[in-house]
């Protein structure tokens, strides 16, 4: 993962505009009806520049945004200003400090993340996971499916192995559905979503 992030580093000034630039709205359409109503606890792992977790925290719900790359992170607090919304430097697999505060979540999102983990590092990273999310919450995953882009490291991600692994976690599968990306750019390169919802049991 330290090679995924110093690339994310290394791009940031040119990715924050491009991340700021995508609807959040749009993104979440494959799954929008089942995001909880406010206020609820929510946590966006990977948050990037926070432009989703400032989504939420501005419709009402408390939002965790955990972004291991300090150069998003610190552009997302400049952006995103909000007492609804913290920041921790954090990192997949293990989530080691968000697990420590023994916190649970009814919304727990994974977007454009799950593809940088290999196979063990997803296992290890379900088992953190399912102990951030509070039991009935909800999971949300999106897969990535495609060539790489601007040379980070990806994984494939089947959504068989990764519902079976979720499944062996404790979670229940509510939604798998496919998806264009919303990304003219990405769409152009042959690159699809499927996205998982999961509510922990």
């Known amino acids: 993962m330290d090679d995924v992030f110093s690339t994310y580093a290394s791009a940031a000034p040119t990715l924050i505009a491009r991340f700021e630039a995508i609807s959040s709205q749009r993104m979440f ?24 977790a400032a989504w939420f925290a ?29 920041w921790l430097d954090d990192r997949l697999p293990k989530l080691a400090m968000v697990v420590r505060t023994r916190k649970r979540f009814d919304l727990v999102t994974l977007c454009a993340v799950w593809h940088h983990l290999d196979p063990g ?9 399912a102990d ?32 079976a692994a979720a499944e062996a976690a ?12 919303i ?10 979503w499927t996205w998982l919802a999961l509510r922990k049991r």
């Open 58 to 86: 501005d419709r009402g719900h408390t939002v965790l945004a955990v972004e291991p790359v300090a150069e998003l992170r610190e552009a997302g607090r400049a952006l995103h200003p909000s007492s609804s919304l913290v």
């Open 170 to 181: 404790g979670f229940a599968l509510v939604r798998r559905i496919a998806a264009d990306s």
């Open 183 to 192: 990304q003219d750019e990405n769409r152009a390169a042959g690159v699809r």
């Open 121 to 129: 590092a997803r296992r290890t990273a379900l088992s953190a996971l």
């Open 29 to 52: 359409a494959p799954v929008l009806d089942l995001l909880p109503a406010p206020p609820t606890r929510i946590a966006d792992i990977g948050a990037g520049t926070g432009r989703d």
């Open 132 to 163: 951030i999310v509070a039991v009935g919450g909800m999971l949300i995953v999106s897969l990535r499916h495609g060539p790489e882009i601007l040379g980070r490291p990806v994984f494939p991600v089947p959504p068989d192995e990764t519902v």
